[in-house]
Nanobody, 119 residues
């Protein structure tokens, strides 16, 4: 069984920074890509960004471009999300996910970590 565990969430003032981590444990697997998704209260989940290990291409949602950076390694299925210049609208539960074959389908999900940005 595979588990993804996020950490690094918390409370930060607007303009501050946080670094989220996502680590896989359990059964060994090789991911094709890993990504971050967030869900704010009363809203649907929205894509934040992802990194495709085969070519290192990283893609971000427009609302985080220039502020968030994804890094990590598929060797350990570990991924990070550096979030700078945080805004109150970034408040959400952040989930990491791992895709085995395609970025269209994420096979494993973490439980999420809360990020709260105060104004």
């Amino acid at each position: 069984q595979v588990q993804l565990v996020e950490s690094g969430g918390g409370l930060v003032q607007a303009g501050g920074s946080l670094r989220l981590s996502c680590a896989a444990s359990g059964r060994t697997f090789s991911s094709y890509a890993m990504g971050w998704v967030r869900q704010a209260p009363g809203k649907e989940r929205e894509f934040v960004g992802r990194s495709r290990w085969s070519d290192g291409v990283t893609y971000y949602a427009d609302f985080v471009k220039g502020r968030f950076t994804i890094s990590g390694t598929n060797a350990k299925n570990t991924m990070y999300l550096q979030m700078n210049n945080l805004k109150p609208e970034d408040t959400a539960v952040y989930y990491c996910a791992a895709a085995l074959r395609s970025v269209r389908v994420y096979n494993y999900w973490g439980q999420g970590t809360q990020v709260t940005v105060s104004s």
